[in-house]
C-alpha cells in the first residue's frame, strides 16, 4: 500500500485505480460529524486529480529518511482518529434539553444553535488564510484548545451566553479542519498524495464511528449519564491536544510558503506558470486594472477562474455544491432537536443517537467509496442523476418531519446523509478534473462560502428568535400552546401538575412537552 522503494511507484498505477481513487479519496475528510463536513476535504480536494498524474517526483529514499516520512503520516493519522473521539457529541441536544441543563427547545432551536452558522460564516475566510500562512501546526493547536474549550463550556456553563460562546468554539474547529486534511499533503510526495488522502480520511472515519458506537455502548448498556460522558469526550480532547504539540511543522504550504520545486522533475503549478510580469495577457478586464493589481497572482487566479466558469459542468456541479450542502448542513444542525421533538424520552438508555451517527458515517464511507466505481457519460447523465437524488432527499427530510416514529426518523437521516455523501465525491471529480492544483482550492473554498453565506441567509430568516423564531417542526402536527408553567422558572413551578413532581423539584424539557400533547 505505501511507497516503498521495493513497490511500484505511485504516480505509475494504472489509469483506471487512479481514477477510482481520485473520485473515493478526494473528498479529504468530509464533515463526517454531527456538525462538520464543512470545509475540511478542501485540502485533498485541492491536490488530487489530473495534476498530481502528470508529476512524477522521487520517491522516498530507504533507510531513516523513509521510517522517519512514515512515522510523521502515522502520528497525524492517529491524531486525525483521536480528536474524532467525542463520545458525548450524539447526545449534545438531550443532555442540553434534560435535567442537568434544562434549556428548553425554543432556547436550544432559537438563540444557541444559530450562533454556529453565524459565527463559522465569520472566521471560515480568516482560519484558511491562517492555515496556509502559519503552515497548519499553529492551527491545529488552536483547534484543540477550541475543542477543549466547547466541552468546559458544555460542562460547567449554565446560561445562554455560555452555550452560544460554546457554539463560536465548535465554530472555529470546524473551520480548522482545513489544517488537518491539508497538513499531510505537506509530508510525503505529490505522488503519494491521493493514498494519503485515503489514509487522512479513513483515519477521520474510523474516528467518528468508533467515537459513536462508544457513546451509544456507554449510554445504553452502561447506563452513563449524559454528564459522564460528556467528561469523558473532554479527557480524549485533552489527550488530542497534547498529540499536536508533538506534530512536525512543514516547511512548505500550498500559497504562502511555497519554498523549492520538490523535485525538477515535477511540473510548474499554476502559481509558478503566473509569473508575475513575464508573458502575461494584458487584454480585456486584467488590461484595465492598475499595474500592481494586474500584476498579481491574485488577478490572475480570477481572471482564470472566470474564464473556467464558463464551462457548463463546472457550473452545473458548483450550483449544486452550493445549494445542497447548505441544505445539508442545516439538517445535521438541527436534526439531533427534531429528535428529541419525536421521542421526548426522560429515559437516556432510550436515546439512540449515537447509533444514527454511527450506521450514517458508515453508510456514508460506503456510498462515497462506491461513486468510485459508476461509471457513466456524467456530461449527458449528470443533470437527471442529481435530479433523482435530490428528489429522494427531500422525500427523506419529509418523511422526518411528518413520522412520530423515532425509528422512521433515525432511518430516514441515515439514507439523506448516505445519499448526499454519494454525490460528493462525484462532484469533486467533476469540478476539479477541468482545474489547475490552486484553482481548485479557490473553485472549493468560493463554493463552501457560498454555501455557507446561503445557509447563515436562512438561519436568520427562518431560526433565529429576531427572525420568525420558527420551532423545529413549525409545520407539522397541530401542538397547542406551552402550559403556564412552562413560562415560569423550574424551581417555582405550581403545586399541582399533572402526576409527581420530580425528586430535585426540576422537570425535564421533554415531561413539559409531553403534557399538552396527552391532554390534546
Request: contains cysteine.
Given at each position: 500500500?505505501?511507497?516503498?522503494?521495493?513497490?511500484?511507484?505511485?504516480?505509475?498505477?494504472?489509469?483506471?485505480?487512479?481514477?477510482?481513487?481520485?473520485?473515493?479519496?478526494?473528498?479529504?475528510?468530509?464533515?463526517?460529524?454531527?456538525?462538520?463536513?464543512?470545509?475540511?476535504?478542501?485540502?485533498?480536494?485541492?491536490?488530487?486529480?489530473?495534476?498530481?498524474?502528470?508529476?512524477?517526483?522521487?520517491?522516498?529514499?530507504?533507510?531513516?529518511?523513509?521510517?522517519?516520512?512514515?512515522?510523521?503520516?502515522?502520528?497525524?493519522?492517529?491524531?486525525?482518529?483521536?480528536?474524532?473521539?467525542?463520545?458525548?457529541?450524539?447526545?449534545?441536544?438531550?443532555?442540553?434539553?434534560?435535567?442537568?441543563?434544562?434549556?428548553?427547545?425554543?432556547?436550544?432551536?432559537?438563540?444557541?444553535?444559530?450562533?454556529?452558522?453565524?459565527?463559522?460564516?465569520?472566521?471560515?475566510?480568516?482560519?484558511?488564510?491562517?492555515?496556509?500562512?502559519?503552515?497548519?501546526?499553529?492551527?491545529?493547536?488552536?483547534?484543540?484548545?477550541?475543542?477543549?474549550?466547547?466541552?468546559?463550556?458544555?460542562?460547567?456553563?449554565?446560561?445562554?451566553?455560555?452555550?452560544?460562546?460554546?457554539?463560536?468554539?465548535?465554530?472555529?474547529?470546524?473551520?480548522?479542519?482545513?489544517?488537518?486534511?491539508?497538513?499531510?499533503?505537506?509530508?510525503?510526495?505529490?505522488?503519494?498524495?491521493?493514498?494519503?488522502?485515503?489514509?487522512?480520511?479513513?483515519?477521520?472515519?474510523?474516528?467518528?464511528?468508533?467515537?459513536?458506537?462508544?457513546?451509544?455502548?456507554?449510554?445504553?448498556?452502561?447506563?452513563?449519564?449524559?454528564?459522564?460522558?460528556?467528561?469523558?469526550?473532554?479527557?480524549?480532547?485533552?489527550?488530542?491536544?497534547?498529540?499536536?504539540?508533538?506534530?512536525?511543522?512543514?516547511?512548505?504550504?500550498?500559497?504562502?510558503?511555497?519554498?523549492?520545486?520538490?523535485?525538477?522533475?515535477?511540473?510548474?503549478?499554476?502559481?509558478?506558470?503566473?509569473n508575475l510580469g513575464q508573458g502575461q495577457p494584458t487584454g480585456g478586464k486584467?488590461?484595465?486594472?492598475?499595474?500592481?493589481?494586474?500584476?498579481?497572482?491574485?488577478?490572475?487566479?480570477?481572471?482564470?477562474?472566470?474564464?473556467?466558469?464558463?464551462?457548463?459542468?463546472?457550473?452545473?456541479?458548483?450550483?449544486?455544491?452550493?445549494?445542497?450542502?447548505?441544505?445539508?448542513?442545516?439538517?445535521?444542525?438541527?436534526?439531533?432537536?427534531?429528535?428529541?421533538?419525536?421521542?421526548?424520552?426522560?429515559?437516556?438508555?432510550?436515546?439512540?443517537?449515537?447509533?444514527?451517527?454511527?450506521?450514517?458515517?458508515?453508510?456514508?464511507?460506503?456510498?462515497?467509496?462506491?461513486?468510485?466505481?459508476?461509471?457513466?457519460?456524467?456530461?449527458?447523465?449528470?443533470?437527471?442523476?442529481?435530479?433523482?437524488?435530490?428528489?429522494?432527499?427531500?422525500?427523506?427530510?419529509?418523511?422526518?418531519?411528518?413520522?412520530?416514529?423515532?425509528?422512521?426518523?433515525?432511518?430516514?437521516?441515515?439514507?439523506?446523509?448516505?445519499?448526499?455523501?454519494?454525490?460528493?465525491?462525484?462532484?469533486?471529480?467533476?469540478?476539479?478534473?477541468?482545474?489547475?492544483?490552486?484553482?481548485?482550492?479557490?473553485?472549493?473554498?468560493v463554493n463552501t462560502f457560498l454555501a455557507t453565506v446561503l445557509k447563515t441567509?436562512?438561519?436568520?430568516?427562518?431560526?433565529?428568535?429576531?427572525?420568525?423564531?420558527?420551532?423545529?417542526?413549525?409545520?407539522?402536527?397541530?401542538?397547542?400552546?406551552?402550559?403556564?408553567?412552562?413560562?415560569?422558572?423550574?424551581?417555582?413551578?405550581?403545586?399541582?401538575?399533572?402526576?409527581?413532581?420530580?425528586?430535585?423539584?426540576?422537570?425535564?424539557?421533554?415531561?413539559?412537552?409531553?403534557?399538552?400533547?396527552?391532554?390534546?
Amino acid at each position: 500500500m505505501g511507497c516503498s522503494p521495493e513497490a511500484r511507484p505511485c504516480a505509475r498505477e494504472p489509469k483506471s485505480q487512479k481514477h477510482r481513487l481520485g473520485v473515493s479519496e478526494a473528498m479529504g475528510v468530509q464533515e463526517v460529524e454531527r456538525r462538520s463536513w464543512a470545509v475540511g476535504d478542501l485540502g485533498s480536494m485541492a491536490l488530487s486529480g489530473p495534476e498530481v498524474e502528470k508529476q512524477v517526483p522521487a520517491e522516498p529514499r530507504p533507510g531513516r529518511k523513509l521510517q522517519s516520512w512514515w512515522s510523521l503520516v502515522f502520528c497525524l493519522c492517529f491524531y486525525g482518529f483521536m480528536a474524532q473521539m467525542r463520545p458525548g457529541e450524539s447526545f449534545i441536544t438531550p443532555y442540553l434539553l434534560g435535567p442537568d441543563k434544562n434549556f428548553t427547545q425554543k432556547q436550544v432551536t432559537n438563540e444557541i444553535t444559530p450562533v454556529l452558522s453565524y459565527s463559522y460564516l465569520a472566521v471560515l475566510v480568516p482560519i484558511f488564510l491562517l492555515t496556509d500562512y502559519l503552515r497548519y501546526k499553529p492551527v491545529l493547536v488552536l483547534q484543540g484548545l477550541s475543542y477543549v474549550s466547547v466541552w468546559l463550556l458544555l460542562l460547567f456553563g449554565s446560561s445562554v451566553l455560555h452555550m452560544q460562546f460554546m457554539e463560536f468554539f465548535f465554530s472555529i474547529t470546524m473551520a480548522a479542519r482545513i489544517a488537518y486534511s491539508s497538513y499531510i499533503f505537506s509530508l510525503v510526495p505529490p505522488a503519494c498524495y491521493q493514498r494519503m488522502a485515503g489514509y487522512s480520511r479513513a483515519s477521520v472515519l474510523l474516528g467518528v464511528f468508533t467515537s459513536s458506537v462508544l457513546g451509544q455502548l456507554l449510554v445504553t448498556m452502561g447506563r452513563v449519564p449524559f454528564s459522564t460522558l460528556n467528561y469523558i469526550s473532554l479527557a480524549f480532547l485533552t489527550f488530542s491536544l497534547v498529540l499536536t504539540f508533538f506534530l512536525k511543522r512543514p516547511e512548505r504550504s500550498l500559497f504562502f510558503n511555497r519554498g523549492a520545486p520538490a523535485s525538477a522533475g515535477a511540473l510548474p503549478s499554476e502559481l509558478d506558470r503566473m509569473n508575475l510580469g513575464q508573458g502575461q495577457p494584458t487584454g480585456g478586464k486584467l488590461g484595465r486594472l492598475p499595474a500592481s493589481w494586474r500584476d498579481s497572482v491574485l488577478a490572475h487566479m480570477l481572471h482564470e477562474l472566470r474564464r473556467t466558469a464558463r464551462l457548463p459542468q463546472l457550473r452545473l456541479w458548483s450550483l449544486w455544491w452550493v445549494f445542497s450542502s447548505a441544505g445539508y448542513y442545516l439538517i445535521v444542525y438541527y436534526v439531533h432537536i427534531l429528535w428529541n421533538v419525536v421521542n421526548p424520552t426522560t429515559d437516556t438508555t432510550r436515546v439512540y443517537n449515537g447509533g444514527a451517527d454511527a450506521a450514517s458515517t458508515l453508510l456514508g464511507a460506503i456510498t462515497s467509496f462506491a461513486a468510485g466505481f459508476v461509471k457513466i457519460r456524467w456530461a449527458l447523465w449528470a443533470e437527471l442523476i442529481i435530479a433523482v437524488v435530490t428528489v429522494l432527499q427531500a422525500g427523506l427530510v419529509f418523511l422526518m418531519y411528518r413520522t412520530s416514529s423515532i425509528w422512521l426518523c433515525y432511518s430516514a437521516f441515515v439514507l439523506f446523509r448516505g445519499s448526499y455523501q454519494f454525490l460528493v465525491p462525484i462532484a469533486t471529480f467533476q469540478i476539479a478534473s477541468s482545474l489547475s492544483q490552486e484553482l481548485r482550492a479557490l473553485v472549493f473554498g468560493v463554493n463552501t462560502f457560498l454555501a455557507t453565506v446561503l445557509k447563515t441567509i436562512i438561519t436568520l430568516v427562518v431560526s433565529d428568535k429576531r427572525g420568525l423564531g420558527l420551532p423545529v417542526r413549525s409545520q407539522g402536527r397541530h401542538q397547542p400552546p406551552p402550559p403556564a408553567q412552562e413560562l415560569m422558572s423550574p424551581m417555582r413551578e405550581p403545586a399541582a401538575q399533572d402526576g409527581p413532581a420530580p425528586e430535585d423539584g426540576v422537570r425535564a424539557v421533554g415531561e413539559q412537552r409531553q403534557q399538552p400533547e396527552a391532554k390534546a
